[in-house]
């Protein structure tokens, strides 16, 4: 089955960097567009960015854009979400995604907490 191990997460200080990965298995990862989000304690979990299949076409919430960077290594079957200059808002548990089988999957997440 669908299966993603997130890492890269822990304690940073505001205008920090943190460059979070995903390693994917369970599926061809080259055929899938694969998208980051996150959830912050007591909101709705919201995309941050995604990546088409070849890696060639992003897109990012506008709450991220010109900060964070989502690229892919096909060959290593992972996705990596480069964030940079982070703030407090950016606090929450970052998950990677699939739509696989009509069916959206989850990671177990990874938790990015900015603060000093």
């Known amino acids: 089955q669908v299966q993603f191990v997130e890492s890269g997460g822990g304690l940073v200080q505001p205008g920090g960097s943190l460059r979070l990965s995903c390693a994917a298995s369970g599926f061809t990862f080259s055929n899938y567009d694969i998208s980051w989000w996150r959830q912050a304690p007591g909101r709705d979990r919201e995309l941050v960015a995604i990546?088409?299949?070849?890696?060639?076409?992003?897109d990012y919430a506008d709450s991220v854009k010109g900060r964070f960077t989502i690229s892919r290594d096909n060959a290593k079957n992972t996705v990596f979400l480069q964030m940079n200059i982070l703030n407090p808002e950016d606090t929450a548990v970052y998950f990677c995604?699939?739509?696989?089988?009509?069916?959206?999957?989850w990671g177990q997440g990874t938790q990015v907490t900015v603060s000093s």
């Open positions: 995604s699939v739509i696989y089988n009509r069916r959206r999957a």
């Open positions: 990546i088409g299949k070849s890696g060639v076409g992003t």
